[in-house]
């Protein structure tokens, strides 16, 4: 039998298998006081920065409105396209951690009728506006206590007008409608 010793880490060789024994953990774990509560701790931190996730809201909407300005100047166009897409995708990924989740739901939507619509030159442009106002409107009316009815009743019409457009412009590809319309795997009622 073989020892060796590397910092306080000892291995023991045997004909058929080695035995390592680590340094002593205990060293490795930090005491916490008793009264401290390091979800309470988590929970401050991100009190503290709540302020910064308005301005980022706000810097999104900003975005989202250069863009329209964009398209409504020189209209949608593979550059433009491309800018809305990102803008609404970081919404979409970003906004419900953030605090809007409602916001994410209406960037969703916009991000389908960007990715699935085949020719984006038939995009109308009044339903990017009516994205990029919805979107603007969430975030502005933010602290409204019934802002989920009125965001909730908003964002579905939005989704149905998207779905109903992206069925029609893909009406001659009945596979990839199946594709971008499959059923969710667990219904809002399976969820809770």
Request: charged letters at 30%; proline letters at 5%.
């Amino acid at each position: 039998m073989t020892s060796h010793k590397d910092k306080a880490v000892s291995v023991a060789a045997h004909s058929d298998h080695e035995v390592i024994t680590p340094p002593d953990l205990r060293t490795a774990i930090v005491h916490i006081d008793d009264g401290d509560d390091p979800v309470a701790r988590a929970e401050a931190a991100l009190a503290r920065l709540s302020s910064e996730f308005t301005d980022w809201m706000h810097a999104e909407c900003e975005r989202l409105e250069a863009v329209r300005q964009e398209i409504k100047r020189g209209g949608l166009n593979a550059r433009t396209h491309g800018a809305l897409f990102r803008v609404s995708h970081d919404i979409k990924g970003e906004a419900a951690t953030f605090g809007y989740p409602e916001a994410a739901i209406v960037a969703d939507s916009l991000c389908r009728l960007l990715e699935h619509t085949p020719d984006m030159a038939r995009i109308p442009f009044a339903l990017v506006e009516q994205h990029v106002d919805a979107v603007r409107a969430i975030a502005r009316e933010h602290n409204r206590t019934d802002l989920v009815t009125v965001a909730g009743a908003l964002t579905q019409r939005l989704r149905d007008v998207t779905d109903e457009f992206l069925r029609a412009e893909n009406s001659e590809r009945p596979e990839y409608l199946e594709s971008i319309f499959v059923p969710p795997l667990a219904t809002d009622a399976d969820e809770r």
